[in-house]
Every structure is written in C-alpha cells, then in structure tokens.
C-alpha cells in the first residue's frame, strides 16, 4: 500500500564508506606534551552550550598539556563563552573555545571545529544576539567535520531520527555528508529542481473527488512543519500534479515518480476499500475517507525526500525496505510495532517525531 517507486535509484551509489580512522577512547587523560603556541587573542561572548564530537583538551590556551580526551565526553553539554585565537608552531591560526561542564570538573581549552553547536530553543528577542548568532554560525561553516566525528555523531542520534546536532550542521557539511546522511535517515532528492520554490510546491488536482483528500494532507505537512510546505495551485500554475489514474493490476494505491503523485482509481472509487480487506480488528479502526488522506500525506512526504522506515508508527512507514531507493538496513517485519496495529497513513496520516525530523533534515539538505 502507498508504495514508493522511484526514478532515482541509480543515483544512489555504494560509496559509504567512512575514511577517518576512529581514535580509540582510552578512558584515561593524556599527557603529551607539545610545543607551545602563541595567543594572538581573546574573546568574551554570552554562554552558548555545545557538545564536542572528538579531539582533546587541553589545560591553558598554551596547549601544551592535554587533561581530557572529548571521545570520553560524546553526550557531555560544554558550556562556552570564552574563545582564544592562537598562532600555532606551523604559522597558522586557529581558534580554540574554552570549555566546561556543568559540574566544572572537565573543563578547559578546545579546538573549535570539534564542537557543535546545541540550538537554543529560547527566541532570539533582539537584533544583537542574532547577528552574534550569524557570526558563529558563519565561523561554524569554515570548520569542517571530520568522516569520524559525523559517523560518530550519527551513532549516537536515536536510529532514523535525526538529533538537533544532526540537524544544525554547516552547509558546508550537509553538502559533503549528503549521502551519508540521505544512507542514515533513509533520505534521497527525489523532486527535480523547481517543484519546490522557497521550500514550497504547489499543487494541481486533476480530479475534483480528490481535492478534499490533498486538502487534509496539504494541512497536515503544514501543520506539523510550521511552514507552507505545499499549497493549491491551477492547471495554468503549478510545480506538482496530483493524478487519478487506473493502476488495477499494480501493488499500489498511490505512488509519486518523481513528477506526480498518482492514485490509484479502481481502490479509490470502490467504497469497501480498504476496509473489506483488512483484518476486522484494522478495519475497526479505519475509514476509507481518513484512510485516503493517509495515503495522500505519505505521498507528500515522498516529494519531500523521504523514503520508508520501519517503524510501524510513522507516516513513511512500509512493511519492508523492499523498494527502497536507500535503506541503512533491510527490514521484514516492523523494527519497531504500533501500538494499534495500525501504521503512520492507516491511521490517516499522522506523523511521529522521526517523520518530522526526517523531513527537516531533508529540506536541510536542500531537497525541497
Ligand atoms: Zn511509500
């Protein structure tokens, strides 16, 4: 039901492979000791909190004692709001944060671009915070992560649901880690350039019977995305088709290609379906019109990017990763069930937090 086919499978490739060599956690701290290095200057700023993703600590801006290894602190908030510029023995510069804990008991000095920045989830009230905010942001960009510390940091992120880290990456890193995120979260492009305008698509519907359907599924994503993901358009001005289409002999009620969303009339305009053929206790449960809705939403999250999980509650959920133009892993049977029985577009179209973060990390990647 709701399957997904899709015209981009062979952009997909095997090349996953992480290059970066993980530095093993010893558990103890390290005591090399190096060359010192010139401080150049420093800078106060307002507390903001980061997590670090690899690298070590060091005891003072000289650099030149290591007391902590940050592969010892993967979940540990950093709190900052100190930074250092110095000159290093090899003439370059580089900007180190000074760093602590909550207890303060780890606590010291660390190159920035192992560090993530945590969002705040507070409103930026006023305009100086927020140029300060661009500012980091735009200094975050020139550090890249490593293929280690992105592996890393997807491994601790809950299995395809994308964490706040996962999502507040630079542009620079979405555009290098691209694959490896879309291998991750079960994410691939799959709307050609110009569907989506300023993150919006807009809709035409061919058939007048399915106009209430889209309707409900177009509230939906909107709702839950906060933002115009998709919204109404005519047969003169629209980026996306939505088509009833006779598909009788085929394993799908609805399906997007790539150009249009299609429904399968001969389930669609037959009143017992589903409910005739499923189970009593599903059936119980479902109406064809709250149904139809169902597969018009999941449909939508097609367009967006998102390929299926296995996790029975979500709306892009399949029963196996059969079909999956990207899979991180196969399933058969559901990784997780529902606690109804019932799936993400049975149930009429309702979305669990992983479909949500799914579908932010894919506009993240530019996907629409
Ligand atoms: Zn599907």
């Known amino acids: ?23 093993g956690v010893t558990g103890q701290t390290a005591q090399a000791k190096t060359k010192s290095v010139k401080i150049i200057k420093t800078k106060k700023f307002d507390t903001k909190k980061f997590r670090a993703t690899k690298g070590y600590i060091y005891s003072s801006a000289k650099l030149t004692k290591k007391v902590h290894n940050a592969d010892n602190y993967p979940k540990t908030v950093f709190y900052v709001n100190k930074q250092v510029t110095v000159k290093k023995t090899n003439g370059k510069n580089a900007v180190y944060y000074y760093v602590q804990n909550k207890s303060k008991k780890v606590k010291g000095y660390i190159w920035r671009g192992y560090m993530i920045q945590i969002p705040s989830k507070k409103v930026v009230a ?23 510390a992105m592996s890393r940091l997807i491994d601790e992120a809950p299995d395809m649901n994308p964490s706040d880290a996962i999502l507040n990456l630079s542009a620079n890193e979405y555009n290098v880690y691209g694959e490896t995120l879309n291998k991750a979260y079960n994410i691939i492009k799959t709307s050609p350039s110009g569907m989506f305008n300023n993150h919006t698509a807009t809709i035409y519907v061919e058939n007048s019977r399915l106009v209430p359907y889209v309707q409900q599924a177009i509230e939906k994503w909107n709702s839950a995305m906060e933002q115009t993901v998709f919204k109404l358009g005519t047969r003169n001005n629209h980026t996306l088709e939505v088509k009833l289409v006779n598909a009788s002999n085929s394993d799908w009620d609805g399906m997007y290609n790539g150009q249009a969303v299609y429904i399968d009339a001969s389930r669609f305009l037959n009143p017992r379906y589903p409910t005739a053929y499923l189970s009593q206790q599903k059936a119980a449960q479902i109406t064809p019109s709250t149904y139809w809705v169902g597969v018009m939403t999941h449909e939508l999250g097609h367009t967006l990017g998102l390929d299926h999980t296995g996790y029975q509650s979500d709306l892009m959920y399949a029963s196996s990763s059969e079909g999956n133009a990207v899979a991180k892993y196969s399933w058969k049977t559901p990784v997780e069930r529902s606690s109804t029985g019932l799936d993400g577009t049975e149930n009429g179209g309702t979305f669990t937090d992983r479909d949500i973060n799914r579908a932010k990390l894919a506009q993240k990647l530019g996907y629409w």
Request: glycine residues 4%; negative net charge.
């Open 1 to 23: 039901m709701a399957k997904f086919k899709n015209r981009f499978l062979l952009l997909v490739t095997a090349a996953f492979s992480f290059g970066a060599v993980l530095i």
């Open 126 to 148: 006023n305009s100086e915070s927020a140029t300060d905010n661009n500012q980091v942001s735009a200094e975050a960009a020139e550090q890249m992560m490593s293929a280690g």
